[in-house]
């Protein structure tokens, strides 16, 4: 089953991916609507997917609480993110590039720092899953929605709670 899809427009034309119980992540091209490759993103569920801002990275998160960064091109593992956490319900990359933050099941959002690899923050605002996140435009701000009704507005830089 398909859990979730993102697109992106891209020089070489607009591709999108999906993220299955399969543990895969599947590129399609959508001008020929023909699947480009397929990268195995095992051993456990993938379950959501993001395009990095410049377009060379996948994001993935999965039940294992890892966000899994792949090239595009290599369709290999290139980075993973470790939140200690549970199940990532939901991923987002800043617009500058300088952030990815995710979402899970326990309401907990983590966002890190990509160009170290560090944990920065982690956000326990929520008290159940956190279904949808994303950045500003200008990457200073960072909004969570949750199954607890919530939706919540951080200052990214110190993760002041900045509105609800």
């Known amino acids: 089953a398909v859990v979730s899809t993102q697109s992106t427009g891209n020089a070489a034309g607009t591709v999108a991916a999906s993220s ?9 091209d959508l001008d020929s609507s023909k699947q480009i490759k397929s990268i195995d993103a095992g051993p456990v569920d993938c ?18 609480g890892k966000i899994n960064l792949f ?34 099941i326990d309401g907990i959002v983590c966002i890190f720092d990509l160009a170290t690899g560090k944990l920065l923050h982690t956000l ?13 435009p200008d990457s200073q701000l960072l909004t969570t ?16 709670l900045i509105g609800h």
Request: proline share 3%; aromatic share 10%; glycine share 12%.
């Open 124 to 136: 326990e605002g929520h008290a159940m899953p956190i279904r949808s996140l994303t950045f500003s």
């Open 20 to 28: 299955s119980l399969d543990s895969t992540i599947k590129l399609w």
């Open 71 to 104: 090239g595009i091109e290599s369709g290999k593992l290139e980075q993973s993110l470790d939140t200690r956490g549970k199940f990532i319900m939901s991923i987002a990359y800043s617009p500058d590039g300088h952030y990815i933050a995710c979402g899970g």
């Open 47 to 64: 379950w959501t997917v993001a395009f990095s801002p410049d377009g060379q990275y996948i994001g993935s998160g999965s039940h294992s």
């Open 145 to 160: 929605c949750s199954d607890d009704t919530s939706i919540k507005i951080y200052a990214v830089q110190h993760a002041n």
